[in-house]
C-alpha cells in the first residue's frame, strides 16, 4: 500500500531561524513529489514539484530536495517569517494510470516572533 | 491564476439531512475532487471526476455521492449526515496531463468546516 509518513507532526521555530521538515514514502512507481503548503482554515497551495530526475528545487526561501533511491525528500525553510507558520504536506503521484496522489499527514510549524 | 471556489465556508447541519457541497473552477479543468480532511489522516480522497457526467471512487466513498453535470461545478452529496461525517471538506482541480511542471498539480478551494450535530 503507498504510504507518506512526514516528521516531525509539529514544530515551533523562532522566526530568523530555518527549519527542515522531512518526508519519506512508499509510493510505486514514483512519478513525482510535491509539498503543499496549507494556510490556518484555507486550502493547500503547492510550493514544489520534482520528478524522478531533480533531487533539488528551490521558491524562494523554500528548498525541497528529494532522494530517489531512499525514497526521503526534506523542505528546507530559510529565515522563517510569521507567515511561514502553516502546514506542509507532502504528496506524492504513482506513475500508473489516473495519476493518484498519496498525501502525507502533514508537520503543523509555528514561527513565534 | 486558477480559482476553486466552494460555496460554504462553514456549515452546520443535523443528523439525517441531506448535505450538498457546491465546488466551482473557472480554469476549465478535466479533473475535480473532493477530499476530506482530519486530524492526523492528512487528506483522504472520496471522490473524482475527469469529464462531464463522469465519476470515479476514492478512497472512503461511503456515505457520499457527487454530481458533475457541466464541467465547472462538482458536488458533493450528504444523503443523509452522520456525525462521522464532520470534517473539512476540501475541493480541487487539475488539468489532464501535460508535458510541464504543472502537470496534474491540484488546486485546492479553501475548504467547508462541516459540523453535524
Known amino acids: 500500500k503507498n504510504q507518506v509518513e512526514q516528521s516531525p507532526q509539529s514544530l515551533i521555530i523562532l522566526e530568523g531561524k530555518n527549519c527542515t521538515l522531512q518526508?519519506?514514502?512508499?509510493?510505486?512507481?514514483?512519478?513525482?513529489l510535491r509539498w503543499y503548503k496549507q494556510d490556518t482554515g484555507r486550502g493547500p497551495v503547492s510550493l514544489t514539484i520534482?520528478?524522478?530526475?531533480?533531487n533539488t528545487k528551490s521558491n524562494g526561501r523554500y528548498t525541497a530536495t528529494l532522494d530517489a533511491d531512499t525514497k526521503q525528500s526534506s523542505l528546507h525553510i530559510t529565515a522563517s517569517q510569521l507567515s511561514d507558520s502553516a502546514s506542509y504536506i507532502c504528496?506524492?503521484?504513482?506513475?500508473?494510470?489516473?495519476?493518484?496522489?498519496?498525501f502525507g499527514g502533514g508537520t503543523r510549524l509555528m514561527v513565534k516572533p | 491564476d486558477v480559482k476553486v471556489t466552494q460555496s460554504s465556508r462553514y456549515l452546520v447541519k443535523r443528523t439525517g439531512e441531506k448535505v450538498f457541497l457546491e465546488c466551482v473552477q473557472d480554469?476549465?479543468?478535466?479533473?475535480m475532487f473532493w477530499y476530506r480532511q482530519d486530524p492526523g489522516l492528512g487528506l483522504r480522497l472520496i471522490y473524482f471526476?475527469?469529464?462531464?457526467?463522469?465519476?470515479e471512487k476514492g478512497d472512503i466513498p461511503e456515505g457520499y455521492s457527487v454530481s458533475r453535470e457541466k464541467k465547472e461545478r462538482f458536488s458533493l452529496i450528504l444523503e443523509s449526515a452522520s456525525t462521522n461525517q464532520t470534517s473539512m471538506y476540501l475541493c480541487?482541480?487539475?488539468?489532464?496531463?501535460?508535458?510541464?511542471?504543472?502537470?496534474?498539480?491540484?488546486?485546492f478551494g479553501p475548504g467547508t468546516r462541516l459540523l453535524v450535530l
Open positions: 480541487a482541480s487539475s488539468l489532464v496531463g501535460q508535458e510541464s511542471e504543472t502537470q496534474e498539480t491540484q488546486y
Open positions: 504528496v506524492v503521484s504513482d506513475n500508473n494510470a489516473g495519476n493518484m496522489l498519496t
Open positions: 471526476s475527469y469529464d462531464v457526467k463522469m465519476k
Open positions: 480554469m476549465d479543468h478535466e479533473n
Open positions: 518526508c519519506n514514502y512508499t509510493v510505486s512507481p514514483f512519478s513525482n
Open positions: 520534482m520528478t524522478f530526475s531533480e
